[in-house]
């Protein structure tokens, strides 16, 4: 018997092989993946809970992350978010509780690529007995190419137990963290944006803190300089984000920034003026202007007297 096979037959069976071959040896994208350390805990009602997240690339290059937690309503009240040791060193938007959800947003200046890349985390206490997750609906994960493109990522789920009341070898106990070191050491660049204010000179600068993370950067512009090797009281010092716009915008002030971490320990960068300032411009200059003027009239008006004297003696 002849089997007669077809041209037809012979090009299927060809598609057929490249198919198995691609299936069988292609290398699928990875994609990265948000862990969460804790993952599955059990706690009391009334106890204190820390999850942490972190962030596996799988191989990934990547220098940009942000995302939404979310957490059941009326379930947990928040306690804090620490950013210590993160791989995030530039926060475009701090993490922080609003109702149900935290937001965040960050740069990792020069990539991050790794298994292990800590993100944040979250302390709550638990307030409702039950079984609860903690879940990222919404994040977004940018690659270190210089072309903006998103990594595909996948998400995992923070279990919580919360019982009225937990054996004493599954309670998760409370730690209280403390914080005696100052943020890292960090310089400011001062820039022109053409994206910021018409073009306008900006401070740009950033640092870490790994015990505590940093709560805030507190800015302040003054004509006078101020001697770093005393107590500095930053209480007064506005609140800012980089890029901060200079209000001083004609480069005659000094410029000082403290980043302060979560535990008020400060570290302290500043920039000269970078024109010298016009002398009606400097309150030093006015002081003793007006000091001269003072002794001036004093002098002035103990002469009339003595000359007025010096008539009458006449």
Same mark, same amino acid.
């Given at each position: 018997?002849?089997?007669?096979?077809?041209?037809?037959?012979?090009?299927?069976?060809?598609?057929?092989?490249?198919?198995?071959?691609?299936?069988?040896?292609?290398?699928?994208?990875?994609?990265?993946?948000?862990?969460?350390?804790?993952? +599955? /805990?059990? #706690?009391?009602?009334?106890?204190?809970?820390?999850?942490?997240?972190?962030?596996? $690339?799988?191989? *990934?290059? %990547?220098?940009?992350?942000?995302?939404?937690?979310?957490?059941?309503?009326?379930?947990?009240?928040?306690?804090?978010?620490?950013?210590?040791?993160?791989?995030?060193?530039?926060?475009?938007?701090?993490?922080?509780?609003?109702?149900?959800?935290?937001?965040?947003?960050?740069?990792?200046?020069?990539?991050?690529?790794?298994?292990?890349?800590?993100?944040?985390?979250?302390?709550?206490?638990?307030?409702?007995?039950?079984?609860?997750?903690?879940?990222?609906? +919404? /994040?977004? #994960?940018?690659?270190?190419?210089?072309?903006?493109?998103?990594?595909?990522?996948? $998400?995992?789920? *923070?279990? %919580?137990?919360?019982?009225?009341?937990?054996?004493?070898?599954?309670?998760?106990?409370?730690?209280?963290?403390?914080?005696?070191?100052?943020?890292?050491?960090?310089?400011?660049?001062?820039?022109?944006?053409?994206?910021?204010?018409?073009?306008?000179?900006?401070?740009?600068?950033?640092?870490?803190?790994?015990?505590?993370?940093?709560?805030?950067?507190?800015?302040?512009?003054?004509?006078?300089?101020?001697?770093?090797?005393?107590?500095?009281?930053?209480?007064?010092?506005? #609140?800012?984000?980089?890029?901060?716009?200079?209000?001083?915008?004609?480069?005659?002030?000094?410029?000082?920034?403290?980043?302060?971490?979560?535990?008020?320990?400060?570290?302290?960068?500043?920039?000269?003026?970078?024109?010298?300032?016009?002398?009606?411009?400097?309150?030093?200059?006015?002081?003793?202007?007006?000091?001269?003027?003072?002794?001036?009239?004093?002098?002035?008006?103990?002469?009339?007297?003595?000359?007025?004297?010096?008539?009458?003696?006449?």
């Amino acid at each position: 018997m002849k089997y007669i096979v077809s041209r037809q037959s012979v090009s299927l069976l060809a598609v057929l092989t490249a198919s198995a071959g691609l299936f069988f040896f292609a290398t699928p994208a990875l994609a990265a993946r948000f862990n969460w350390q804790a993952a +599955d /805990v059990t #706690v009391g009602v009334g106890e204190t809970v820390s999850v942490t997240l972190f962030l596996d $690339t799988q191989g *990934a290059d %990547i220098n940009a992350v942000e995302g939404t937690i979310t957490m059941p309503e009326n379930v947990f009240s928040f306690v804090d978010v620490y950013t210590d040791s993160s791989i995030i060193t530039l926060w475009t938007r701090q993490p922080e509780a609003s109702q149900q959800s935290v937001r965040f947003s960050g740069i990792t200046p020069g990539g991050f690529e790794g298994p292990n890349g800590r993100l944040l985390s979250l302390q709550l206490v638990a307030q409702k007995v039950g079984d609860w997750q903690l879940s990222l609906p +919404d /994040v977004l #994960v940018l690659k270190n190419d210089g072309t903006g493109q998103s990594v595909r990522t996948t $998400t995992g789920f *923070a279990k %919580i137990h919360v019982s009225q009341e937990v054996p004493v070898s599954k309670a998760t106990p409370k730690v209280t963290p403390t914080d005696k070191i100052a943020p890292e050491d960090f310089t400011i660049q001062i820039t022109q944006d053409p994206t910021v204010s018409h073009n306008a000179w900006v401070a740009v600068f950033a640092t870490q803190d790994k015990q505590s993370g940093i709560r805030e950067y507190r800015v302040l512009e003054t004509k006078q300089p101020l001697n770093l090797q005393t107590k500095i009281d930053t209480s007064q010092w506005q #609140v800012a984000v980089g890029p901060y716009v200079l209000v001083d915008q004609s480069r005659t002030s000094f410029i000082y920034i403290a980043a302060v971490d979560r535990f008020g320990n400060l570290k302290i960068a500043h920039v000269d003026p970078s024109h010298n300032a016009s002398w009606y411009n400097i309150p030093l200059v006015w002081y003793i202007l007006i000091v001269l003027i003072i002794i001036l009239v004093y002098w002035l008006t103990l002469k009339q007297k003595k000359n007025i004297h010096d008539l009458e003696a006449t």
